[in-house]
């Protein structure tokens, strides 16, 4: 069968979850242990929270009406991606994966 569903409410998941990060980023808890691993770069959970701020950006912009320009242009108001740049969060997220 076909299924056709509208799964736009996983943006306040995301978002949830970047605001989770933040806080626990803001006062260095549970990081003691990958401070410890050599060669480990904390700037790759921001990196990731980047990703996932990029995710809920797209997320949000497809309840908009112009989402077929979004990321082409900016977008309506200058949310998207910026101009020049036709790249999703999801193919961010690939090359990230691909790097590890």
């Known amino acids: ?11 306040q998941m995301f ?3 970047v605001n989770q990060y933040d806080k626990i980023r ?3 808890a549970f990081i003691d242990n990958y ?3 050599d060669g480990f770069e904390l700037e790759e ?3 990731s929270r980047d990703v996932v701020s990029s995710l809920v ?3 949000q912009a497809a309840e908009r009406p112009d989402y077929t320009t979004w990321g082409v242009d900016g977008g309506a108001n200058g949310v998207g991606l910026g101009a020049g740049s036709s790249r999703s969060a999801a193919l961010q997220a690939e090359d990230i994966d691909a790097k590890y």
């Open 1 to 11: 069968g076909c299924m056709l569903a509208n799964h736009t409410c996983m943006a």
């Open 15 to 17: 978002q949830r979850t």
């Open 26 to 28: 803001k006062r260095g």
């Open 35 to 37: 401070r410890k691993q």
């Open 45 to 47: 959970f921001d990196s």
């Open 57 to 59: 950006e797209e997320y």
